[in-house]
């Protein structure tokens, strides 16, 4: 019985478990698993009861899947593999769109793997919508329709306060629609903060306490640099604070580079290598222009860098403007239609007061217009006083306290004297304006020469390893002499220093020639080659020599059995080393020549220095011929041709010059000088007014040639400068070839000059003379030979190969003896590419007292220097007709 009941109570208990199992199976078969979205970022629990931890947190818009009942008050789920509990209430069904902004200019991409493709870029504060896991690496949004990713990294919850400054001055709207009002104008470099999209058209910023619009094309993310210029002479501040130090002071025109805002009282500013403040009532947008007067005559340079060039010369008073700094060395400006540069030092506030003098009778106007009406008339030499321009064609002075305008032409720079003849002689407009009735006459004209006999010096050659022989062009050329002006023999040999070059260029240079003594031919002339190297110029250590480019004429001595040398030091284009106004400087130098083998040799240069480049007063130097304006003002400069002679024991030059501003300097003043013209009273009224109205009026009113003479030390150094030895105001610029000599106790002076250089009329331009004048001493005064000066005269073609210059007389060594020789050139250079210029064949002068004679049928070889044999008594009348 009581296993019975057993087996029934076992029974029993297997059918209540098994109701159980199946009932508990059934129920977890029906039970629901639910998704939802964080949408409020939310804690995980350990449990739900009152004494719960926190596990972890879960960003917003995480999606967690969960088996809880919909009524429990938390839902548990499992997170990073973590399982607890978290409120329902921080769950929803669906995720939550979550607002970011773009806080770095970023990627849209296709999807969020590492090969998705960029699909557009997002700019700064562009404000998207996204329901990613904020946790995630990459956003899901949607910009401008397309769906893609951008990086979390680059996303912020608010948008980024952006700087911008305005770049131009702007406009603040009230809103950015486009009928908005406009608030305030913000002025250029305000720095502004918006948060508005980088991309918008406007953005929206705060100025003054008023909030609105500008647009994005007026900001930039940097401040401009903004050029001013001072406009007052400026202080440069520390600070900007009122009790700031200065710095420095910043001339007017000053161009400043600043950021700060244009509307501060000061700006900050970089000058020297300092940085300070500025004012702004002394700054401007633009330079300021400053009128300035010429009170120097000054160059107008085409730039003002290192090897600009002249482009105009500018006379005194001139009124000039410029926006130059004005502590610039050069000024910009702009003179007759051309923009150059000129020194600030030539320049002044006000114009310059210049003293005139009436040079002839002058009506004092009262205007300058057509329809001026006389107001005076002021004698010739009353003193004025004007500020007008140098080249104005009136200018207004003031006379017994009236103001009015004379012509400038009836004024001049010194007191007008009519018989001045400053103690010297003068080749004067009447001796000149006679010649053309004697040049025609045997007695002075030029032989003739047979062209066909003519030929190139056969060894006036230059080699070199480059390339083949050039046969060069030889011109002016001079023998070495002794001091009493007799050609000197040096063993064995006569010598001749002549100018040479390559022809059909501008090369000038001196090259020695020899001959063996009773030798005449001209294929007997050696060449020993260029006299300097050119190195010499440079090695004589001679602040004038290194500027060197030409070699010109000049003499040459046998003293104390050494050669002396000397020439014309030229410096011309700045390309090649020169100053490039023609400077031109008397320059000596031994040269020493050996013997070998029948050959003589250079063997070197030494003491090689300059002598003289005119002291102003009584010869024109180069800086008058700058401030003349150079070439531009048909002045021509000379102070050349060097010839050496010796008188009492004392050493002197003779040369070709100019006068100086003490010694009847060149201008319209010369036009009144009487002792300028010659001739008697009569002469001079009737030729004064031939030249007011003659085309050459501006070439007489330049010339004022010169015969000059400095004495020289043992030493060859300048010792003193003296007196020209005769002038030539009102007739030519130019008497070349500067040559004296003493002949039975009378001192001779001759000299080349060419008709197209003279100022006179009825001179013809093609004529060639040589002129001739005598004096009981050497430093005369000197009367014209052949009662008008004239001694040679040639009207020969330019380019004909028998066309003569550079005639150079040489004294005869027998004292009894009355021809000399003269030399000369034979055909121009680049006249033929054949015949190259040449020795000319020497020929016979009779000298008798004040009287010459050309020996027409005593013709020379070419280049003959002596004759073998003395003249007879009976030829020394020889008249030459």
């Known amino acids: 019985m009581k296993k019975v009941f057993l087996r029934a109570l076992a029974f029993s208990l297997c059918l209540v478990f098994s109701y159980a199992f199946l009932h508990t199976a059934a129920e977890a078969k029906t039970q629901k698993t639910s998704s939802y979205y964080v949408v ?64 770095k200019t970023s990627n849209l991409y296709s999807s969020n793997t590492s090969k998705s493709k960029i699909l557009a870029s997002v700019p700064v504060n562009v404000k998207l919508s996204t329901t990613s896991p904020v946790s995630d690496k990459m956003y899901q949004v949607k910009y401008k329709g397309k769906t893609g990713y951008v990086y979390r990294g680059n996303t912020g919850d608010k948008p980024k306060a952006v700087e911008k400054y305005t770049v131009k001055t702007s406009n603040l709207y009230s809103s950015n629609k486009s009928k908005s009002k406009i608030l305030a104008s913000v002025p250029v470099n ?27 094309g007026n900001t930039g993310d940097k401040p401009k640099a903004v050029e001013k210029y001072t406009v007052k002479t400026s202080n440069l501040y520390s600070s900007n604070s009122s009790k700031s130090n200065i710095i420095t002071s910043i001339p007017v025109n000053h161009k400043l580079t600043t950021t700060s ?4 009282n000061m700006y900050q500013v970089k000058i020297n290598g300092k940085t300070g403040y500025v004012y702004r009532g002394n700054l401007s947008g633009k330079p300021k222009a400053i009128d300035k007067f010429v009170v120097k005559t000054t160059n107008l340079y ?14 005194l008073n001139n009124k000039l403007t410029t926006t130059s700094p004005v502590s610039d060395n050069m000024y910009k400006v702009t003179y007759k239609g051309k923009t150059g540069y000129v020194y600030r030092a030539d320049l002044g506030d ?35 006083t004007t500020t007008s321009p140098d080249n104005s064609s009136m200018y207004q002075v003031t006379y017994n306290g009236r103001t009015g305008f004379v012509y400038r032409s009836n004024l001049g720079d010194n007191f007008v004297s009519y018989t001045n003849k400053y103690n010297t002689s003068q080749i ?5 304006s006679r010649i053309p009735f004697q040049e025609k006459n045997s007695q002075y004209r030029m032989p003739n020469f047979n062209a066909d006999e003519i030929a190139n010096i056969p060894s006036a050659k230059r080699y070199s390893d480059s390339e083949a022989p050039i ?35 501008n090369e000038t240079f001196i090259y020695m020639f020899y001959q063996k003594i009773g030798e005449t031919s001209i294929d007997s002339w050696k060449n020993a080659g260029r006299v300097f190297t050119d190195a010499d110029k440079f090695n004589a250590n001679d602040p004038i020599l290194k500027h060197q480019t030409e070699e010109w004429s000049g003499s040459a001595a046998l003293i104390d059995h050494k050669i002396r040398l000397f020439y014309t030091d030229f410096s011309g284009s700045m390309a090649l080393g020169g100053t490039g106004d023609s400077k031109q400087t008397l320059t000596t130098a031994q040269v ?15 003491d090689h220095k300059s002598i003289f480049d005119g002291d102003g007063k009584i010869y024109q130097n180069v800086s008058q011929f700058h401030d003349e304006g150079m070439f531009s003002s048909g002045d021509n400069h000379t102070l050349r041709d060097p010839h050496y002679v010796e008188d009492n024991g004392r050493k002197y030059l003779v040369f070709e010059g100019n006068t100086g501003s003490d010694n009847g300097y060149h201008g319209d003043l010369s036009l009144y000088n009487k002792a300028f013209y010659g001739g008697d009273d009569y002469y001079f009224q009737s030729e004064f007014q031939r030249i007011m109205s003659s085309p050459k009026k501006k070439l007489a009113t330049l010339a004022n040639g010169a015969l000059g003479i400095i004495e020289i030390n043992d030493d060859f150094t300048l010792k003193k400068v003296m007196n020209p030895l005769i002038t030539s105001n009102l007739v030519t610029d130019e008497i070349e070839r500067a040559n004296v000599f003493k002949l039975k106790d009378k001192w001779y002076l001759f000299t080349d000059t060419r008709g197209a250089k003279m100022g006179v009329d009825n001179i013809s331009p093609n004529m060639i003379y040589m002129l001739g004048y005598v004096s009981d001493s050497l430093t005369g005064p000197y009367t014209p030979l052949n009662d008008t000066g004239l001694v040679i005269a040639s009207d020969e073609d330019f380019n004909s190969r028998t066309f003569t210059y550079s005639h150079y007389a040489l004294l005869p060594k027998n004292p009894n003896d009355n021809n000399v020789v003269v030399t000369s050139y034979m055909t121009n250079r680049g006249a033929s590419s054949i015949n190259h210029s040449t020795f000319a064949p020497s020929f016979l002068l009779n000298i008798d007292g004040d009287k010459t004679y050309v020996r027409q049928h005593d013709i020379l070889e070419q280049g003959q220097l002596t004759t073998d044999t003395p003249t007879s008594a009976n030829e020394s009348n020889y008249s030459g007709n």
């Open 40 to 103: 409020k970022t939310s804690n995980l629990y350990d449990t739900t009861t009152s004494k719960k931890r926190k596990i972890t947190t879960i960003p917003v818009n995480t999606k967690l899947s969960t088996t809880s009942s919909k009524s429990s008050s938390m839902y548990k789920v499992t997170y990073k593999g973590r399982t607890g509990y978290v409120y329902k209430s921080n769950l929803a069904d669906k995720a939550k769109p979550v607002t970011k902004y773009i806080v």
């Open 350 to 384: 006000k114009a310059k007061p210049i003293t005139k003098y009436v040079v002839k009778k002058s009506n004092l106007y009262d205007t300058t217009s057509s329809d001026k009406r006389i107001i005076t008339s002021i004698d010739i030499n009353n003193k004025v």
């Open 592 to 606: 020493n020549v050996g013997l070998h083998d029948e050959s003589l040799t250079i063997d070197g240069v030494q």
């Open 471 to 505: 046969d060069l062009d030889v011109w002016d050329s001079w023998p070495l002499q002794n001091p009493d002006g007799t050609v000197a023999e040096y063993n064995g040999y006569h010598i001749v220093f002549a100018l040479a070059g390559k022809p059909r260029t």
């Open 428 to 432: 004067t407009r009447y001796d000149i």
């Open 302 to 315: 085409d730039s003002y860098k290192g090897n600009k060039k002249i482009i105009a010369s500018i006379p």
């Open 190 to 216: 305000v720095k502004l903060s918006t948060m508005s999209p980088v991309s918008d058209n406007m953005y929206q910023v705060k100025y003054k306490g008023k909030t609105g619009y500008v647009y994005r």
């Open 261 to 264: 805002p244009v509307s501060d």
